[in-house]
């Protein structure tokens, strides 16, 4: 049984870092792209980050220079580092997991940027 679990989220001051991480199992995990997206209240899912089995790297623009996406295929996690942090980052988190048509989501963790 698949499952990415997520852990990290919070509230946060503006300016501020979290560092969010994705925990897979059952699921052959150096082989797979991971990705973390957002949804914000009203608004649709959207990609924040992706990283490649070969560790290639791709970032929403709205995210560039502040986020940084990272695994460690030996403890099976992704990461999230995200730095000055702003109140538009508010968000549900969740972390997938994609291999040809074999997508897998997680449940998701909130991040709150507020002061």
């Known amino acids: 049984q698949v499952q990415l679990v997520e852990s990290g989220g919070g509230l946060v001051q503006p300016g501020g870092s979290l560092r969010l991480s994705c925990a897979a199992s059952?699921?052959?995990?150096?082989?797979?792209?991971m990705g973390w997206y957002r949804q914000a209240p009203g608004k649709q899912r959207e990609l924040v980050a992706v990283?490649?089995?070969?560790?290639?790297?791709n970032y929403a623009d709205s995210v560039k220079g502040r986020f940084t996406i990272s695994r460690d295929n030996a403890k099976n996690t992704v990461y999230l580092q995200m730095n000055s942090l702003k109140p538009e980052d508010t968000a549900v988190y969740y972390c997938?997991?994609?291999?040809?048509?074999?997508?897998?989501w997680g449940q998701g963790t909130q991040v709150t940027v507020s002061s």
């Open positions: 997938k997991s994609s291999l040809g048509q074999a997508d897998y």
């Open positions: 059952g699921i052959s995990f150096s082989i797979y792209t």
């Open positions: 990283i490649t089995r070969f560790y290639g790297t």
